[in-house]
């Protein structure tokens, strides 16, 4: 048996788990995202024969159900070139990365106009998917102009971070991990929220409900990509050995 058929075996297996345990939107959203899942860990694999055994798997009932997730995935990979594009490169396997920049892109960074958060936005993406470091993107970022160069050791600095606790959240999703071990060193100006839970292990479902930002001090959000906000030099480990401990 090939390491294909070892994997869609397995896959299959899980399908029908979740087929029989949760919700049908709930289902529906976990497939999307294996699928999305199995794209980046097999840049190789032959989607349109992937897809007839998907159908096979839902059965008649699940036709049309299985027809909508490809075209899901179709929309992602267009929308990905789309808004790609000038980068000059192929991108539609490279969901992992997409996602995260993605998402560093669509956090407030401040009360800026329209037109330097828009230039931040461009120039923030491209450093990111370069993967140039802090000090560069700073210079990028003082290059910008406006109210944001005021402030480009912060942003360089809070980006750079957020996107590499990004990058390591969507693969420790893809990995099924889901506990974090919050880590970093206290020291006499760290925040309230980041020493209460230095050392200490939270489930994803908790980390989504946390909030760093009581006193209304607009710091960034979300939690599991800005830690304690900006400028955090925390961090959230996946810990894929830790069992937490029984009632």
């Known amino acids: 048996m090939s390491e294909f058929d070892n994997r869609y075996k397995e896959f299959t297996k899980r399908i029908k788990r979740l087929q029989s345990s949760v919700s049908f ?3 529906k959203e976990s497939v999307i995202q294996k699928i ?3 794209a980046n860990q097999n840049p190789n694999a032959d989607l349109k024969e992937l897809k007839k055994e998907i159908s096979q798997i ?9 027809n909508e997730l490809f075209m899901r995935y179709d929309d992602i990979i267009e929308v990905t070139n789309r808004l790609y594009y000038d980068l000059g490169v192929d991108l539609t396997r490279d969901h992992q990365k997409i996602q995260a920049i993605e998402k560093i892109n669509a956090t ?13 936005s461009k120039v923030t993406r491209k450093a990111l998917f370069e993967k140039v470091d802090y000090y560069e993107l700073r210079h ?21 971070k957020g996107y590499a606790r990004e990058v390591k ?3 420790a999703n893809i990995g099924e991990v889901y506990w974090y071990k919050y880590m970093g060193n206290i020291r006499e ?17 908790e980390i989504r409900a946390m909030d760093n930002d009581p006193r209304q001090e607009k710091q960034l959000k979300p939690v599991i990509t ?7 030099r925390h961090d959230w480990e996946p810990n894929p050995f830790y069992k937490p401990p029984k009632d």
């Open 169 to 171: 959240h969507q693969k």
């Open 36 to 38: 999305i899942d199995y």
């Open 58 to 66: 839902f059965g008649v009932p699940y036709e049309s159900f299985s």
């Open 189 to 205: 100006t760290t925040r309230d929220f980041c020493r209460e839970k230095v050392g200490n292990h939270f489930h994803i479902d």
């Open 140 to 160: 990028r970022i003082k290059k910008v102009g406006g109210g944001v160069s005021d402030y480009a050791n912060v942003l360089a600095a809070t980006q750079i």
């Open 226 to 232: 800005y830690c304690g906000g900006w400028n955090c």
């Open 25 to 27: 939107d709930t289902y």
């Open 108 to 120: 407030r960074l401040g009360s800026y106009e329209k037109k330097w958060v828009k230039k931040l």
